[in-house]
Nanobody, 123 residues
Framework: QVQLVESGGGLVRAGGSLRLSCAAS????????MGWFRQAPGKEREFVAT????????SYVDSVKGRFTISRDNAKNTVYLQMNSLEPADTAVYYC????????????????WGQGTQVTVSS
């Protein structure tokens, strides 16, 4: 089992930036795909971005393409989500997740979840 701890959330004005981090411990970090999901108040949790175990392949939900960038540092057992040009619609609790593959993560097949970090974007 992999333990995941997110950090970096906060309050930011529209157009601003935040960088989320997810530190992993436990089973071998580099052997799994990693991803970010988010859940806004009153809405279901949705996929945001995934990255393959090597970091060579990434995918994003359409609403964040061109604004968000997912990356990972296997030496530090950490995955990041750089969020630029933030919009009020990005307000949500952001969750880090680990899965066997990026394809599995995109359909919600998650092996481990973090506890979440709040991102609030004011207009």
């Amino acid at each position: 089992q992999v333990q995941l701890v997110e950090s970096g959330g906060g309050l930011v004005r529209a157009g601003g930036s935040l960088r989320l981090s997810c530190a992993a411990s436990g089973r071998t970090f580099s052997s799994g795909a990693m991803g970010w999901f988010r859940q806004a108040p009153g809405k279901e949790r949705e996929f945001v971005a995934t990255i393959s175990w090597s970091g060579g392949s990434t995918s994003y939900v359409d609403s964040v393409k061109g604004r968000f960038t997912i990356s990972r540092d296997n030496a530090k057992n950490t995955v990041y989500l750089q969020m630029n040009s933030l919009e009020p619609a990005d307000t949500a609790v952001y969750y880090c997740a680990r899965g066997t593959t990026s394809s599995a993560l995109r359909i919600g097949a998650v092996g481990s979840w973090g506890q979440g970090t709040q991102v609030t974007v004011s207009s």
